[in-house]
């Protein structure tokens, strides 16, 4: 065999030389059509499953925000579809015979009842499809089977947020609880992994829970409101809500929702877990005036939108947090002895409503949302660095001038 030869069979599977042309070659054709079907096949299955596993993943993600930024409560398919009635009714597309003219009082009441419901939704649901495009992109236009599985997935990603900020917050405030106990050795300390020792029955946990009208220290008030006894039931308005805990029934308003729990929590669950080191939690109202600590991220464009929102996160999740962590619910729910926290957490958002013709109340609360937004985001701390910095650079700059002025002389 000539070396031109050799080469070429080398250049052929082991089995050519052997294998006449004919039936066999046509049947190793067919087994690697076969083969590569059958890669084709596999290859494109596992892209469809990676795809598939990409868009649970996403919609989960998404999911995640709901709880945090519009709805502690209203599951996610409830919440679009009362948005969706708050639209209608808005668009007058809801039957024209059902306005309702002829409802007694009782029903007229409940009618409003639910149609603030839906608004409220709606507003809900707005604020997440702004922040949040491709929410929108998930519910809109779906069949009605489809949209039941993309609610799940949504429902999923919220529930499973909301657990984590629970979860992350309870050790938290056990300790920040505790500390308040140095000033007093008749409490027994708050557990860090246990709630069920927390609530009215431990003396401290209970105080902070409630309401500012009645003396916690008196042991009949104390009674009575261990009891759930009528006209002493826990409120929006707890001590724990109040700058130093302390207020004044006949100012509701006053240092409320400044209190430096409040504050540790906010830190807490939307900055880091060790930004609220920089909060005193024995502080009082003089003490919660002025900024409380300084990040240097607080330009980027992360805090800038979280900055935005100060105000949504602050009536929508955390008062609600806090009052739950001092409770001793086992679990994230609608109420536990006493204390409705759903309804405390709608009349939170309700108090933010505040009509333009109420200018006094706008600017309790607009000074409210800016003491806020001064004690996450103090720029005034970065603007008095960056004066510092040019005085410095000005001093400088003085003394040069004047070495050169004395040169000169000489």
Not at 140 to 145: D, L
Not at 189 to 206: F, I, Y
Not at 217 to 234: F, M, N, Q, T
Request: net charge negative; aromatic share 6%.
């Amino acid at each position: 065999m000539s070396p031109a030869s050799q080469d070429h069979d080398t250049s052929l599977p082991p089995s050519s030389d052997d294998t006449p042309h004919g039936s066999s070659s046509n049947s190793d054709d067919s087994v690697m059509a076969a083969r590569y079907y059958r890669l084709v096949q596999a290859t494109s299955k596992a892209k469809h499953k990676r795809d598939d596993s990409s868009d649970k993943v996403s919609l989960t993600q998404l999911g995640r925000g709901i709880r945090k930024k519009v709805d502690c409560f209203t599951d996610v398919e409830d919440l679009i579809v009362l948005a969706d009635k708050a639209e209608g009714r808005c668009e007058h597309l809801t039957d024209p015979e059902d306005e309702g003219e002829d409802l007694d009082e009782e029903a007229k009441a409940q009618r409003a009842k639910n149609e603030a419901k839906e608004d409220r939704a709606f507003e809900s649901v707005r604020i997440f499809c702004t922040d949040c495009p491709n929410f929108t992109q998930s519910i809109n236009n779906q069949p009605p089977k489809q949209f039941r599985k993309t609610c799940t997935k949504l429902q999923r990603g919220a529930n499973d947020a909301c657990s984590n900020d629970v979860n992350k917050l309870k050790p938290a405030v056990a300790h920040w609880v505790n500390v308040l106990l140095t000033t007093s050795t008749s409490h027994l300390a708050v557990d860090p992994e246990d709630r069920s020792a927390r609530g009215l029955q431990h003396d401290k946990c209970g105080e902070l829970l409630s309401p500012i009208e009645h003396d916690w220290s008196d042991p009949g008030v104390r009674a009575k409101i261990r009891s759930c006894e009528e006209g002493y039931e826990l409120l929006m308005f707890a001590w724990a809500l109040y700058a130093g805990y302390s207020g004044d029934a006949s100012k509701l308003e006053a240092g409320y929702l400044k209190s430096p729990l409040l504050l540790k929590t906010f830190k807490h669950i939307f900055t880091s877990p060790s930004s609220p080191r920089g909060v005193d939690v024995l502080g009082t109202e003089e003490d919660n005036e002025l900024p409380l600590s300084y990040r240097r991220t607080s330009q980027s464009g992360a805090c800038k939108a979280l900055r935005k929102n100060v105000a949504a996160t602050l009536h929508m999740k955390l008062v609600t947090l806090l009052l739950f962590a001092l409770s001793s619910a086992p679990s994230w729910c609608m109420s536990h002895q006493g204390m409705d926290f759903s309804a405390i957490y709608y009349d939170i958002v309700d108090y933010f409503k505040v009509d333009n013709d109420d200018k006094e109340t706008k600017a309790v609360v607009q000074d409210l949302l800016r003491w806020w937004n001064e004690c996450v985001f103090p720029e005034s701390l970065a603007s008095s660095c960056r004066k510092g910095a040019t005085a410095a650079k000005g001093k400088l700059q003085e003394q040069r001038a004047a070495h050169l002025a004395l040169a000169d002389l000489n």
